[in-house]
């Protein structure tokens, strides 16, 4: 009692020096707070994030890293041998719905489902593919081939979704029906729901039926029914703007939906009454100038008819921990064949975005936290000096009050209580501070990172001469996009992603950030408060009384 | 019975040093007043130290109440059983006069029948202060009025024994008697034991026993 008592009468007789002290503290445990309010924001944003993501994931090849080993098993020049092996890999790299299912076993997997689509062209003069170009008329046959390494082009892409939740993802984003309704599937029953603009394009209504070709084969026609037409609800132009490219499949206005089965059977026909066939290199639908363009003398390759398709597997997860268990599970999957599971890897791009999202809110938050160590470093060297200052401009009064018999301990539990209650009282004055500034402070931080990526982000486009270009479903580096209706093209689409990673995908960015104080940042505030009352005062005093009273009375005599 | 003793006390400063007190022996009483007497370098301000608990003796005991004061806790000794009025005063200065003295009493952890503020409150009028200096900063004070203040101090928590290192040192002679006159009274109706260290012969003739520290050593 007496130590509280003496400790609190003589912070009355020494305002100036205690208020100096108060001052130091307050900024110490203000910053200190304005740090852990946004550190703690941010996770709590994160696990809040985490808590209502509902993560799905696919099975990508990694391609990469094939590449790098193919690379590091030849020296030299890269060979015909290291092409070859690296083209023969990505080939047969494509998993078949056997090998994906295999996936649904591993741990964590809360539900799956998938998506298939092939690319068609039409079969009749009343319907024609929505184009932005008029030059990029639709020219059946010999343009769409089967053979490795040639992107077959068509005018439609025709998809099937294995239920409603893969309806929900479907690749062009979310949709309403305008008219009819989504097909059932259960059955091959041929029934499709094609895009408003397609349907006002060429004059369709539900009820209508249209009539699709194999692009390799323009015999091959299947005949299927508008049950509805559909509306995309985001509007924006995903594609690369023509620039002379056949991207008619790749515009949502094109996409035709259906259900895997129905999408199952055409793959099933075509393949079972595929037809060899030639392609002349360099055509539409194979890389560079074609022949007639050239002026060369044309050269063909030969490959087969049948249409292929693409499978999407993708596999729901309740929670990231589930993800994580699935990850790790993953190896222990045997794929048929020879294919080695080390080959292919886990993505997931909800994940990946929301991981994109907090970057900004990371970024504050490590920025707050280093902020809040050297605030802690600095402000408790401060502390302690000035401490160390004080006590010793009170070593007599030390020596008075060993001499009077009150015992060290006492009096450094004395000296110790006076800066604590300067410290509480800090705190208090501190916390309120804080409490008043933290959001806006903390949303300000958080808006310049934001403008500071995406200025950054602006800068990158603008070298790369992109800087026009928005959009969720942006074109990659090339304008070259994605092509899912690949007939012949084999799995790189959809096996290959993260060879484009780089894709310039818009991120929405957390932009608010809840960074109010709570009683656990204030228990921590008390807790560096105490501390720092006690290194800086125990430190000063214990160097002060290590003297007996009679010396250091002696001295100032 | 002697409540303060001292048995073949010696102390140096240093481990190996010149003995500044050689083989010490005496008895000190309640109700009497001791002068400690030496030329300067005699050892007389050691003694009190040693008396006082500040320091202990190299060889040698200190004896309070029949416990040798090395075996006890000095500091509880000093705060309750020992008044020590310093040469220097040893007041602190941001303290005000009645502080200094509410201070002391608060360090004995002692309880007290009275108010401390009323008890400091007659200590000073028992030392010839008034009230109204009780209030005033000590460096407000004259020397003679911060000795007096001492004195209260050394009082506030009721010590059986009473140390004062020169304490009419710096004092005329008419306050000089007045402060010898309030040991008197300490020792005589207080039966406390009041030790003097002092220069001054007239203090020394007034007190009951002198212990010269010359003739001490030199026997």
Redesign the interface.
């Known amino acids: 009692m007496f130590v509280i008592k003496n400790a609190v009468l003589n912070i009355s007789r020494s305002i100036g020096r205690n208020v100096l002290i108060a001052i130091i503290i307050v900024t110490i445990i203000a910053s200190s707070a304005i740090a852990l309010s946004i550190s703690n924001a941010a996770n709590a944003a994160r696990v809040a994030g985490l808590e209502n993501l509902q993560i799905t994931g696919n099975i990508q090849f990694n391609r990469n890293q094939v590449f790098a080993e193919q690379q590091e098993n030849q020296s030299g020049e890269p060979s015909e041998d290291f092409r070859s092996g690296f083209r023969n890999q990505i080939q047969d790299s494509a998993l078949s719905f056997d090998d994906y299912l295999k996936f649904t076993e591993l741990p964590g997997v809360s539900s799956y489902f998938y998506t298939d689509s092939a690319g068609l062209n039409s079969a009749s003069e009343s319907l024609e593919a929505v184009s932005s170009s008029s030059n990029e008329s639709n020219e059946t046959g010999g343009r769409s081939f089967n053979v490795m390494g040639m992107f077959g082009i068509s005018d439609f892409n025709l998809t099937g979704f294995s239920d409603d939740q893969a309806v929900t993802k479907a690749q062009d984003g979310t949709f309403t029906m305008t008219e009819g309704e989504v097909f059932p599937y259960d059955s091959a029953d041929n029934n499709v729901i094609i895009n408003s603009q397609l349907a006002i394009y060429n004059s369709l209504n539900v009820g209508d039926k249209i009539q699709l070709a194999n692009p390799n084969n323009a015999e091959e026609i299947y005949e299927l029914n508008i049950v509805g037409i559909y509306q995309n609800n985001n509007q924006s132009n995903p594609v690369g703007g023509g620039g002379g490219m056949n991207n008619m499949v790749q515009d949502p206005a094109n996409a035709i939906y259906t259900n895997y089965k129905t999408l199952e059977a055409i793959i099933a026909n075509s393949v079972a009454n595929k037809i060899d066939v030639q392609i002349e290199v360099g055509s539409r639908g194979s890389f560079g100038p074609n022949a007639s363009e050239s002026g060369q003398e044309p050269e063909y390759i030969d490959g087969t008819s049948e249409l292929t398709s693409n499978i999407q597997f993708t596999y729901v997860f309740d929670s990231k921990e589930d993800y994580d268990a699935f990850v790790a599970a993953k190896d222990s999957v045997v794929l048929d064949g020879d294919k080695d599971i080390a080959n292919y890897t886990v993505a997931s791009t909800d994940l990946t975005t929301f991981e994109s999202s907090l970057v900004p809110l990371e970024n504050l938050s490590n920025f707050a936290l280093t902020m809040l160590y050297i605030i802690l470093g600095v402000g408790a060297v401060i502390l302690v000096v000035v401490n160390l200052i004080n006590i010793r401009d009170r070593k007599y009064e030390i020596g008075v009050y060993t001499a009077m018999g009150i015992s060290k301990p006492k009096v450094v539990l004395g000296f110790a209580t006076e800066l604590l209650i300067v410290a509480l009282v800090s705190v208090g004055i501190g916390s309120s501070i804080a409490a008043v500034s933290s959001v806006p402070v903390a949303n300000a931080m958080l808006s310049n990172q934001i403008s500071s990526m995406e200025n950054q982000s602006e800068s990158e486009q603008t070298q790369f001469g992109r800087g026009m270009i928005s959009g969720e479903n942006g074109p990659d580096q090339f304008g070259g996009g994605g092509n899912n209706s690949t007939p012949g093209g084999g799995p790189e689409q959809t096996m290959g992603n993260n060879g484009f990673s780089w894709r310039s995908a818009n991120v929405s960015y957390v932009d608010q950030l809840n960074a109010t104080m709570n009683f656990a940042i204030l228990g921590q505030l008390l807790g560096i408060a105490i501390l720092l009352s006690i290194l800086s005062s125990v430190g000063g005093t214990v160097s002060v009384v290590r003297y007996e009273p009679l010396q250091i009375l002696s001295d100032r005599s | 019975m002697a409540i303060l003793k001292l048995e073949n006390v010696g102390y140096s400063y240093k481990p190996r040093g010149r003995k500044v007190l050689v083989n010490m022996n005496y008895a000190f009483e309640k109700g009497k007043i001791y002068a400690i007497t030496g030329r300067s370098g005699s050892g007389k301000t050691t003694l009190l130290?040693l008396l006082s608990g500040?320091?202990t003796p190299t060889s040698g005991k200190v004896i309070y109440n029949g416990t040798d004061i090395r075996t006890v806790?000095r500091?509880?000794?000093?705060?309750?059983n020992v008044g020590?009025i310093?040469?220097?005063y040893?007041?602190?200065p941001?303290?005000s006069v009645l502080?200094n003295i509410i201070?002391?009493m608060?360090?004995?952890?002692k309880k007290f029948e009275k108010a401390k503020k009323e008890i400091a409150n007659d200590l000073l009028s028992r030392v010839d202060l008034d009230d109204e200096l009780g209030s005033k900063k000590i460096l407000h004070l004259s020397g003679g009025e911060q000795q007096r203040v001492a004195i209260a101090r050394a009082l506030s928590f009721f010590p059986d024994i009473l140390l004062a290192d020169e304490p009419t040192g710096n004092l005329d002679s008419a306050t000089q008697n007045d402060i010898v006159e309030i040991f008197k009274k300490l020792a005589h109706q207080d039966q406390k034991c009041v030790i003097i260290v002092t220069h001054s012969k007239e203090v020394a003739a007034q007190s009951d026993e002198v212990f010269n520290l010359e003739k001490q050593s030199s026997r």
């Open positions: 130290s500040l320091t806790d500091y509880k000794y000093r705060s309750k020590v310093f040469q220097s040893n007041l602190l941001q303290l502080e201070l002391s608060d360090a004995s952890g």
